[in-house]
Every structure is written in structure tokens, then in C-alpha cells.
């Protein structure tokens, strides 16, 4: 038996702790230790995260930070964007090994911080401290970071899915289309009048046709796997369920391009990935990617169609926003970044029906 | 006090006749004389349609063409594509007025028929003596029409919104994406495995992501706009409610343009619209056109949104897809073809929340 | 053509005060002329209630109750138990007609306001002078009346569903049990933990067991219908939609009863009613009653069924909480007491599918 | 490590069916061996479960009991009742272990079959030779079981809620009312008109409102509990979700009692139970037991609450139908037969929010 690790989370009453911890306290390889809350301390965490009731007599902790580093070896930071980053120069200073959920160290160029997230970053040595955490594309770095800054669902969802086209230079760059369909988790559990239940039920609301902060993401890595610089048109909805993300990404072909060819595509670059499934059937309810058939997973499910009157491919990729574009996703990385078999705590199936 | 005008209704029983019902049955100027169905004839309306208890107690009728032209003044035809082609030969020759609720005389050229419906066109004569029925592009047509061929839901939806921009000459023609979400209604009554409700509730399912037959109806009505072929890129998704399309619609400017510049081609083509609505608010819950608020009425909500980084302008349209995706539209078609004042039946406010 | 009548409602920027103007502004016999809200006094009323985008541009105004009283022949008051009953003095004493949507003027015991309200009620002496807002128990009361208490929405629901049995002494009335469940319209625009989408969408919720407040309503006019004392058990749970109620009545029969005496008795009660609808069918999906197929509308549906190995009878009834369980009856009652048709403004279908 | 144990699942493409497989292909004690299915004969599994790509490469086998029992250790068979019945007796004389999903064996008197489901048990000799299935009342029994028969859903929802107050002599015995609310994943896989999404989204259907099958067992287990016979009377509704069941139940108390006392009996029986979890907090949103937060989880959560004034016990109790209502109690049952931990396979938080 090996040693078990022990991981604090700051942060830890929001939708990504809950799951971070719905996850991690059944892990075999990690002991739970300290889990934060400014607002929540001194609570059992089963009080905010009803789901976890028998499963961890733990309560919160006030945030202190050197009582978390002091009881980790890793850490996870599930604090808002413009917390974390408040927070992490003495994290960083400690020596712990760090994944952070926030936005804070997603961009590697702190200019784009005051575009995107109207505000001036204030630690832009920082940035380069942290590996972007798409283990499909960062494995090898992950492996020996020792920061790992975990992508934007949205993000992440549409990335995997794009990845393969733009690495093989297939599609233009300037035509990106992401139209992307969310459920209610995903914007957190704070309440308001938007998300009260009476007037969030049943909506199919674009609530960011444009300006998404996730395009600055999604931009600096194709950018990287392109080689030059890449534009990404994002528009965002919030549709009636609480977990998962579709994208239908609608890009245009280069040159004529074939069905047998984007498999190959997809398939060279993702055969051997442990949470992607490739999905283009001919028959059946499922036949492209759809978030009902990957919640409670960490799968990210991509496929594809060619639309070969309009030069269009259009590329649909599924995640459960709170596994593959969160939480899971964070727990992946760090069965990377701690040397554990990448699947541990997340070889689930999805539930189905839900 | 007028006299009323005798409708007869010839497939009564799928959601689009039942829908007609709802409207017809209190709308002042019209007596539901005939209503048929193969499958229900001899049964009592409302048991199809249970939420008309109480407001009818017609019976389904066989049909029998010759006695809906004896019974009626004017013809809904709500039956499927295929099946409307078949019995309109005698329909025209009666002389009756005719409101086609199928696809099959939508399309004027006969050619485009077996690419998007898989049918040779039975009586391509028949085609050019239907008008479209968009009231808002065709509304002087439609005054002195004895035939009409109601859109397809997700085609008016679209039509809509882009022919603004389509007639002002503001984007380009070989790239408008139009990424389309729907309820289960829109798929008609007949149950199958994949509107199951386990299987169908919750999903974003992308069930044609090319080669939607709408796609056709789209570049129609468009390219009249244009005056030259428009290349249409439709990709649509069943989500989870019941009524409700939104589309959100992906072009790109020919030249810089600026939000006011767009507020103007709006209003300047829909100022006196009764049934469309521009909505683009700065706060609020409902800043974006959303089905949610024009559920069971004959609106098509329309707001836009600039992408300048992309050169893109992103237009929303929301309706009620039985309702102004199919039976309001018809019933409006009806009135401005009647001469009665084209509200009438239709005045009614969405329901809210629902 | 009458004189219109002059309606204000105070308190317009909840739930109720739209549905009440969804209703209002298109009912024939009605002008509304002053819609107070404290919080929004200023805005167009469709920033709150963005479904009225384009039916009114009226503000809401100030909360002034001599110019509201100065504006109406008839007021709804849409305020807050508690609140409503410190402004009605002065509109009692002003000789306007008032419907009173609140839970101030339904009991007429003031003893019951500290048990059910945690009250004691400020003004005793008004409580007499509010008939109870059923009109199906008291239509002659409301044909002379100048003040009306309308009914808690699960209240009326229980109480049309149990009424005849009552009044013909066919049950055991000491063991009523009332298991309801209600949308999420039902608890208002309020936004709260408990109302985020993502918590409140997919529950089955028992959010109030026992003494919820609706009981007292209950016991009272079955208890008028009985002559004697009733004693009722109400549990009530949140359900996964937004408008509609079920309530599903366990009662014991003190004698053997029959089916065809079953009908005969809600028969005896019903026939005439213009808003109830009895449902017991042998075949089809909807056999008895579903707030699926009253959305929209004014009716309360009632079915039974006979349990003979538990001496048990099951009633169902189902309203859409929003209309014959508030504004709807509200304005029903109104029609009533100023001598309209009673369905004027009301005689929709409901939706279907929706 | 132990020796795997071979599992044969005889219908395996329904609902129960792949439930079974998304636990046992993750089961450490387990190998899949055999899965039937007539109608999938050939197919992938994961066509039919399309939440199991990537787990599995097994196809549906034809139904060959031979193959089936010799290829396995312990069969589970998730075929209708009915069906069930007639492969029965080979399995049983094969000597093979069983877990009958369906009803056929639930019930202990013969005469009981006709009435509930109208065929004549065709093996009444073979009823005996089954335990009922509910670890939490017969474990003893099941750790030498070679057959075991897995409640129904309902049933056992019902039966672990009321258990300890009919065991401690607390509530009168001839008025137990349950009213149960479902999702729709408990009708099965099968579609129908009554399932199509259009009509079965946003309902509350009285689907059973007395006769309801699982009554009979209800009434068995409770009777063997007390000692003497039950009477139960079952309301069955359907709403709109897909997985979760709340068990709604209306006591009358025998003698006054306090919640300490329910407490008390409460604990009692289920303290060391490791699916039970008792819920009855005094804020938060889950106060009482919700489907919500059980849901992908083996967990029965029950909680009370005490009406005074109509001397009342109101008992809630959630699960999921697939989970403790089916597959995972299965596999508890597999658990405690085969001497593994009772947990193995099943230590799972539920999904929150979901």
C-alpha cells in the first residue's frame, strides 16, 4: 500500500469543492486534511454539500494558509478569480504542489488579463510558474509540474475538440465558431434572480453571445498548437439541466476534406486518451456527442460532421462540466503531476439514464 | 357583426392541429366546421387533445376531401410532407382557400425536393400558386392569396432574423451559420426510443448537425432578399423543454457596422411588425431574445449582439414553435388573407414564468 | 359597449401582479390605470415582466394609496400577509371595491393568525367584511360584495376537490390528507438558496410536512360545508416545473360508496361550474387530472378514484397555480362582482404540449 | 486478492439491465461474463447503454440459459415478470445463484399473483425458495441465500420507511397511506405514447392512484413485521425526472409520541445500517429526504415529521429507483451472499447538484 497523500482545499463550499471533494474522499491514493471556508468554517461540510452526508465528519476550516500548507502536500484552490491569485504568492513560496481551479494563471500573458477579466494582474511572474492543465495536450509537463493551473470547462471542452483540426492545420483561423450550451452548475452556487428557478427553468438563454472570457483560453492554446495567432467567436447559453456543456463548433476546411480523414485525424491524436470517446454513429439516440451520456464521468466526448455545401465541418464535443471541466479534471492532473495511475478515483461510468 | 368564416382542419389530431384547435376554437370570426383524422375518426377531439376539455365536442371526422371543401371556406392542411401533396391537386381544383401547414409547397423549385425531402415533386405545377407564408416579407401577397404554404418552424425563426441584414447587404453570403436549439414538440406527437422521456429529458442533443431540411427554405426566402444565392450552414439541437426555438444565428459583417447602425435595419424593416419584437436590453434577466418569454404566443423575439474582434454580428430569435413557428403564423396568414385585422385570435400576452 | 372599469393593483411587480396584468390587459371591461411597486416604482413594468414587452407601457408607479384609490373603481392588493392588512383600513374606509390577493382577510377567526401567521391580527373587525374568493361555495356572496379575500392557491385546489364530499357527509373528517404538490411559481419571484436552479431543479422536495399555512383555509370552509369541525393533514412538496398543483386527497368513506355515486355527487356540485372540469377517463394518457393540461388557464380539474380494500377514496385536482390559484380566480371573482360574464377575459384553452 | 466471481445477467438491455452493468464492470470482485438479450442479440453493448462506451467490449448474447448458467457463478435475471417465471425453474435446478430482478418471486403466497398481476403463478413451489431481497430486514437470511428475489422499488422505498414504527407497535395498521412520486426511468426502457417527452415533461400524473402492484409486497413484509395483517393503501405519480423516488407516507400514531421517541426508533433499527441515512435538520435546504441528493447513490434517506393536531406521522424516504430501488440493492444482495464487503462496488457519493 502507498503512502496516501494528503490534500487541502481552499475553498471548499462552492459547486467545485463539493465535487473536488465528492471525488477525492473516496480517492485510494489521498487523505482529505483541511478544507476551507471563509463563510461555512466550523460547519460540517455535509451542512452545504447534502449529497456527502455519511461520507466525512470533516468541517470547515477558517482559511488560514499556513495550516493548510502545513497539512498538505497538494492543494487545491477553489476560490473566484481575483482571490486566487491574492493567495498564491506565499502558496507558491511554500514549496506545495498547487492546482488551481480560478481563472487567475490560465493566461499566460498578463495582458490579457485586463481585456478579458478587468483587472490588472497583479503577480505576472507568477503566470509562467503554471503548466495550463489540458492533460491531453500538457501531459508531459504535468508529469513533473508542480503548478497546475486547471482550464475553464468551456474552455477545455471546446479545445478538445478543435485540438486535432488546428494541429493538423485543416481549418481557417479566423472563421471559428463556438456555440456553446450549458447547464446551471455551471455558473456556481450563489443564488439570484437569474438562476431562481422560476425564470432559469426552460430557458434556452444566450447569456454571452459575445465577449466570453473563456475565448482568451481557448485562443492562447490553439494559438500555441498553431503556431500563430488564432480568432475564436464564442457565443454562450445557458439551457434547462444542471450538469454538462455541449459545444457544436462550426469551422471552416481549408481544403476539401473527407470523413475517413477526420478520423484519422482524431484518432491519431486521441486513440490512446483515457477520458476522450470518439462518437459518430451511424444509428441509435446518440450518435454524436451529447452531456447526457457523460455525467457523473470525466469523459469529454467528441464528434463530427462534414457539411460539404458550406466548407463547414462542425465539430460537437460533451463534457459534465463539473468532472472533465472541473473538478475531475483537476483530480487527473494531479494523478499526473503525483506519479498515481492517471484513471484513479475517476474510472466511473457515467449514469444513464439522468 | 361580420359572418363567420367556416375552417375546416384536415389532420386533426398531431400537435400542429391541435394547436390550430386552440386558436380557431375561441378566435370570433371562425366556425370549426370539419376536423379529420385516418387514425381518431369517430373519437371526441379532446381525447387527443385533452386541454381542450370542455371546449369543443366535434368529433374527428374521416376524411372525406369533398365534404372538408363543402363544410369549409378555408383549408388547413396539417398533415405530413408527402401525404398534403397528394390530396392538394383536388383542394386547388375546388377552388377552396388552402393554408398548407407541410413542407410540400415551400420550395419553389421542384429540383430542390428530392435533395431535401427524398420525393421527385408530384405536381410541380402546383408549386408557384402558393405563397410563402412569412407575413412579414410576403404580407401584400398574401392579401390577395387563395393558397398559402406555412414555414417551417425553425426556417421562419431564422428567416426573420437574418433578412434585415440579408436585405441591407450587410454580411456575407457563403458563410451565415445559423446554430438552432428546439423542444420536443417540435418533433411532432408520434412517440419513438429517442423521445422517450428518460432518454429525451435533459439532453442537448445534436440530432442534425447538417443536411437539415430547413436549410432549403432559409436560402429561398434569402436569396430573394439577396438577389443572389445565399449559402445557408444549419445545424440544430433537440434541448430540454417542450416549446421553444432559439436561434442563434453566426455571420459575418461585409464592413465595419456599429450597434446603432443595426438598430436601425431592425426597426427599419420591423418597427410596425405586430409580432416581432426587438429586444436588446443592457440589464435584466431577458436582455436576449429567449423562447422562455414568448411561450404561447405568436411573437418572434429578434436582438443582436456585435463580436468585433470576428467581425461577426450574432443574431438571436426566439419564438413559440407552435405557435409562430407553425399554427399563429398560420392563423395569422389566415387573417390577412381573410381581411380580418391580423391580430385577431392572436392578441394574447407569453405566459410568465413558466 | 360598457364603460370600461378602472383597475389598480398595488404590489404589480411579483408573481401575481403579472399574471394579473397578463389577464387585465386584454380583458374587455378593464382599463388599468395605476400598477404600484415600492421597489420598481419608475421602470416599465415589462423590465419586470418581460413576457408584457409590447402590451403596455405603463410605469410602475410610486406606492400612493390615495391616487391608486383616486385611479380604480376596483383594486387588487398583490402584497405580502402582513402587509396587505396595514393598508386596508384606508381602503376599506375609502368605499373602493378590493380583491385581496394576500392571506390577511381569509380566516375569520383572528384566533388562527397567531397559530397559522405568527400574527395577531391588527384589525379583527375587517375580517367580516371580506367574502371568502371560491366561487363555486360563494357566488350569491360575491354577486353584493364589495371585498374580496381570494384563496391560498393549494387551498382552493383542496377545497373544490373535497367540497362535495363533504357537504354530502361522505367522509371521515377527522383523517383528510392532503398531499400536494406545486411548481416553483408557487413561492414567488424571490430569489433564495433554495430557489437556485441547480438546487431546486430535479427535487421532489417535502418542504413543509406539516403545518403548512394553507390548512387553516381548508379546515374553515370545509368546515362551514360540514357544519362541524374538520380536521385536515396538508404535506406539501416542491416538483420539478413551474406552474401547476396536484393535489392528491386520501380520504376514508364512512360508508360504502360507489363509483357512479361518486359522480353523481361531484356532478350535483359541478355541472354548471364554467372553470371545473371532472376528470376520470378509462383510456388515454391523461385519465385523470395533471396540471400538464391546465397551464394557461382558469380550470381546476377533479377526478376520483375509489380504493375499496382501504375504504379509501382518492381525489385529484389540479390547477395552474397562477391562474385559478390567484389571478385568474381573482379576476373571476371580479367578473362576478361587477355583474360581467363570469369567463370574460378567461375562456382560454390551456396549452398543450407545453 | 480473491478470485473473481463470474456474473451472468439475463436481460441485460433495459434500465435494471445496464445499471447492473455500469456497477458490475467496476465491481473488483466481479467478471461480466454473459449478457442476454433476445432483441440485442449481436450488438454492443454500449449501443444500447450508450453511457458504457469505452467499458466494456462485450455483446448481448442470445438467451441460452445452458451457456448462461455455465458460464456463471451468480445470475441476476432483469427480464419482465412473467418472463422471469418460466426460466426459473431450470436456473433453481441448475443449482446456480440467483437475483431475480422481476416480481415473480417477491411474493410468498401464491394466491397473492392473481390479484396483483393477473396470472396464476404457474411454480408456487419454487416461491419459498427465494429471500426477499432487503439487507436491511433479512440480512441473515441472505448471507446463506443461494436465491434472492430484489423488491420492487416502491416497495422497498416504502417498507425501509415504515419498518421501525410497525415493528415498535407505534401507528394503526389499517390506514398506512403512501403517496409516491417517481421519475420516469422507473416505467422501464420501453417507449410509449404515455412517455414521449412532449407529454410526459412537466407533469405530476396520478399514474396509479389505488391498485398499484407493489402494495402486495408493501403489505407482506410489514405484516411479517407485525405480526398480524396490514393494510396499505399506494398512490403512485409520476414527475419530471428521470431517476428518484420520494415515498411520501401518512401515519396515525396508536399513543401520543415525540420526536425524541421516532428518533429513537429510528436509530434503533438503522444506526449501523450502511445505506440508511437519517434526515431531519432544522434548516438548509435538505431538511427532509429529497431524490435529489441520493441520486447514482445506494442510499435510502428516511426522515419523519409529527402532526400533533391530527395526530399524524408523516414519514419521507428517497431513492434512487435504479440504485436501492433495483440494481444497487441487487448488488448489496450479491454482496451479502457471496461474504464480500456489503459496500464493495457500491461506496459512492450520490451527484450534487445534478
Given amino acids: 500500500m502507498t503512502a496516501t497523500v494528503r490534500v487541502g482545499i481552499i475553498g471548499g463550499s462552492g459547486y467545485v469543492g463539493g465535487e473536488l471533494l465528492r471525488i477525492l474522499l473516496r480517492h485510494p491514493e489521498v ?3 483541511n478544507v476551507t471556508s471563509r463563510k461555512y468554517a466550523g460547519q460540517y461540510i ?3 454539500h447534502a449529497n456527502l452526508r455519511g461520507f466525512t465528519d470533516l468541517q470547515f476550516a477558517e482559511q488560514n494558509l499556513e495550516e493548510t500548507i502545513n497539512k498538505s502536500d497538494i492543494i487545491f484552490t477553489a476560490v473566484p478569480h481575483g482571490t486566487a491569485v491574492k493567495i498564491m504568492p506565499r502558496l507558491v513560496e ?8 480560478s481563472a487567475d494563471f490560465r493566461l499566460k500573458n498578463p495582458k490579457e488579463y485586463p481585456i478579458w477579466y478587468e483587472y490588472e494582474h497583479p503577480h505576472p511572474e507568477l503566470l509562467d510558474k503554471f503548466v495550463y492543465g489540458a492533460p491531453e495536450l500538457h501531459r508531459e509537463q ?4 508542480t503548478r497546475t493551473s486547471c482550464p475553464g470547462c468551456m474552455a477545455l471542452t471546446s479545445i478538445l475538440a478543435l485540438a486535432p483540426l488546428v494541429k493538423n492545420n485543416l481549418i481557417e483561423k479566423e472563421r471559428i465558431v463556438i456555440d456553446s450550451k450549458i447547464g446551471s452548475s455551471g455558473g456556481g452556487a450563489e443564488a439570484s434572480q437569474a438562476t431562481h428557478h422560476a425564470e432559469r427553468y426552460g430557458v ?7 465577449g466570453h472570457r473563456h475565448t482568451a483560453e481557448v485562443e492562447q492554446e490553439l494559438g500555441l498548437l498553431a503556431g500563430l495567432p488564432v480568432k475564436v467567436a464564442l457565443s454562450t447559453h445557458a439551457v434547462n439541466l444542471v450538469r454538462g456543456i455541449l459545444c457544436t463548433i462550426h469551422v471552416f476546411s ?15 491524436m486521441y486513440s490512446r486518451e483515457p477520458f476522450i470517446r470518439l462518437v459518430r454513429d451511424k444509428q441509435g439516440i446518440y450518435r454524436f456527442p451529447d452531456p447526457k451520456v457523460v455525467i457523473g464521468s ?10 460539404e455545401r458550406a466548407n463547414r465541418i462542425v465539430v460537437m464535443s460533451a463534457t459534465d462540466n463539473m468532472v472533465k471541466g472541473a473538478a475531475g479534471n483537476g483530480v487527473q492532473c494531479m494523478n499526473i503531476m503525483m506519479g498515481f495511475n492517471e484513471k484513479t478515483g475517476l474510472d466511473v461510468a457515467p ?4
Same sequence: chains 1, 2, 3, 4.
Avoid at 94 to 101: A, L, N, Q
Avoid at 298 to 307: A, K, M, Q, R, V
Fill in 298 to 307: 470525466n469523459f469529454c466526448d467528441i464528434g463530427f460532421e462534414l457539411d
Fill in 204 to 210: 434556452i438563454r444566450p447569456y454571452k453571445p459575445v
Fill in 351 to 354: 449514469l444513464h439514464p439522468v
Fill in 31 to 33: 487523505e482529505v486534511t
Fill in 46 to 48: 455535509y451542512r452545504q
Fill in 254 to 268: 481549408t481544403r476539401p476534406v473527407t470523413i475517413p480523414e477526420l478520423w484519422k485525424t482524431y484518432r491519431g
Fill in 142 to 145: 504535468l508529469k513533473s509540474a
Fill in 94 to 101: 511554500s514549496g506545495v504542489k498547487i492546482i488551481d481551479m
